[in-house]
């Protein structure tokens, strides 16, 4: 094989996101990118939701899933030299790890880890699989910190970051939405990302639009509903959801139409959104955490609050210097540091020698 060609196989789950109804999707083997996938359907027994509860409660074990015979399969029957693991907290890792330590394979975890979590990542079990792994690469500074501090050898962590395709955006098209100020919000719709703070906020502003594209978990319709009629007026929905996908040339779409991108999310691992909308020129708004402030660094505003989430709205909306410079810096850093070529290459670095 020419340098740096690799042979590699895709086996994952045919899961419904955050669901345990009966789940009876078929089997699927398809290529995408290149890439030979196998998607395999999940076993989901009746009430195994309540059990997989019980057991996290008491042992300290995430249950949840995927739990797939088909996946378990192929990792004990595929022929590989080394197996990547991505990402936590699903059972998925755990088969992966079994698998490569059964066959004696080379393993490599890429954890993506939300620092911030400690109810589904501040357990044993995960960091001991990672200690036992090849190597761990970490998608930020941060997150290799926080691994050392959680024992896993530093000579084992590398760090690559996230990355996007830039001919992929040369092709996104622009909405015509009117002549408000549009702000736009991607990710799923719980309190965790900063969605219903972003709603209030924008009830206090004047002559604005909010895009909102995401799943509804949790209470958000009814938190939605109960908001004022005036500030509904003023947010545009696009619900994520089985019945109704959100394709993602229209996701782009939305965010290259916009003005601002804001997400004030406090639990990301690595928040590869902010990447789209940067290399779409769109300044960032973002809720102040250590991966924040690594990923954007000077292309965006930072928020500790409500309050300081409205003036910085505020700020984009009367500044356009500082409008138009912040997506000039946002492009070029995504160019600079966050191509897939860059941190393919990486990662190719990273491993090459295993």
Same mark, same amino acid.
């Given at each position: 094989?020419?340098?740096?060609?690799?042979?590699?196989?895709?086996?994952?789950?045919?899961?419904?996101?955050?669901?345990?109804?009966?789940?009876?999707?078929?089997?699927?083997?398809?290529?995408?990118?290149?890439?030979?996938?196998?998607?395999?359907?999940?076993?989901?027994?009746?009430?195994?939701?309540?059990?997989?509860?019980?057991?996290?409660?008491?042992?300290?074990?995430?249950?949840?899933?995927?739990?797939?015979?088909?996946?378990?399969?192929?990792?004990?029957?595929?022929?590989?030299?080394?197996?990547?693991?991505?990402?936590?907290?699903?059972?998925?890792?755990?088969?992966?790890?079994?698998?490569?330590? &059964?066959?004696?394979?080379?393993?490599? %975890?890429?954890?993506?880890?939300?620092?911030?979590?400690?109810?589904?990542?501040?357990?044993?079990?995960?960091?001991?699989?990672?200690?036992?792994?090849?190597?761990?690469?970490?998608?930020?500074?941060?997150?290799?910190?926080?691994?050392?501090?959680?024992?896993?050898?530093?000579?084992? &962590?590398?760090?690559?970051?996230? @990355?996007?395709?830039?001919?992929? %955006?040369?092709?996104?098209?622009?909405?015509?939405?009117?002549?408000?100020?549009? &702000?736009?919000?991607?990710?799923?719709? *719980?309190?965790?990302?900063?969605?219903?703070? #972003?709603?209030?906020?924008?009830?206090?502003?004047?002559?604005?639009?909010?895009?909102?594209?995401?799943?509804?978990?949790?209470?958000?319709?009814?938190?939605?509903?109960?908001?004022?009629?005036?500030?509904?007026?003023?947010?545009? #929905?696009? #619900?994520?959801?089985?019945?109704?996908?959100?394709?993602?040339?229209?996701?782009?779409?939305?965010?290259?139409?916009? *003005?601002?991108?804001?997400?004030?999310?406090?639990?990301?691992?690595?928040?590869?959104?902010?990447?789209?909308?940067?290399?779409?020129?769109?300044?960032?708004?973002?809720?102040?955490?250590?991966?924040?402030?690594?990923?954007?660094?000077?292309?965006?505003?930072? &928020?500790?609050?409500?309050?300081?989430?409205?003036?910085?709205?505020?700020?984009?909306?009367?500044?356009?210097?500082?409008?138009?410079?912040? @997506?000039?810096?946002?492009?070029?850093?995504?160019?600079?540091?966050?191509?897939?070529?860059?941190?393919?290459?990486?990662?190719?670095?990273?491993?090459?020698?295993?």
């Amino acid at each position: 094989m020419p340098e740096h060609e690799h042979r590699i196989i895709t086996t994952t789950a045919r899961t419904v996101e955050e669901t345990f109804v009966p789940n009876r999707l078929p089997s699927s083997r398809d290529v995408v990118e290149g890439t030979p996938v196998e998607r395999h359907p999940c076993l989901r027994p009746p009430g195994f939701w309540n059990i997989a509860r019980a057991l996290d409660t008491g042992l300290a074990l995430y249950l949840y899933g995927p739990n797939s015979m088909g996946q378990i399969s192929s990792l004990f029957r595929s022929n590989y030299d080394m197996i990547h693991c991505c990402p936590f907290v699903g059972t998925h890792n755990i088969y992966g790890f079994l698998a490569g330590q &059964i066959r004696r394979k080379k393993i490599i %975890f890429t954890p993506c880890i939300h620092t911030r979590d400690t109810y589904h990542f501040e357990r044993k079990y995960l960091f001991e699989m990672l200690k036992r792994a090849t190597r761990v690469n970490a998608l930020t500074n941060h997150e290799r910190k926080f691994l050392i501090s959680h024992g896993v050898p530093s000579e084992k &962590i590398f760090v690559t970051g996230m @990355g996007v395709d830039p001919d992929e %955006f040369q092709k996104v098209k622009t909405l015509d939405l009117g002549e408000d100020f549009l &702000i736009s919000f991607v990710g799923r719709l *719980d309190k965790h990302k900063g969605i219903y703070d #972003l709603m209030k906020a924008v009830a206090e502003l004047n002559r604005v639009k909010l895009l909102v594209v995401g799943e509804p978990v949790g209470g958000f319709v009814q938190f939605y509903e109960a908001l004022r009629p005036e500030t509904r007026q003023k947010i545009l #929905l696009y #619900l994520d959801t089985p019945e109704r996908k959100i394709g993602r040339p229209y996701v782009l779409s939305l965010i290259k139409s916009s *003005d601002v991108f804001c997400l004030p999310s406090s639990v990301e691992s690595f928040g590869a959104v902010y990447l789209e909308a940067m290399i779409l020129g769109k300044p960032v708004i973002a809720r102040r955490t250590e991966v924040s402030e690594e990923v954007i660094e000077d292309a965006g505003l930072f &928020i500790d609050d409500q309050s300081s989430l409205v003036r910085s709205l505020r700020r984009l909306m009367m500044d356009t210097a500082l409008h138009r410079e912040l @997506g000039r810096r946002g492009r070029q850093r995504v160019f600079s540091k966050y191509t897939w070529d860059v941190i393919a290459d990486r990662f190719r670095k990273n491993t090459s020698a295993l």
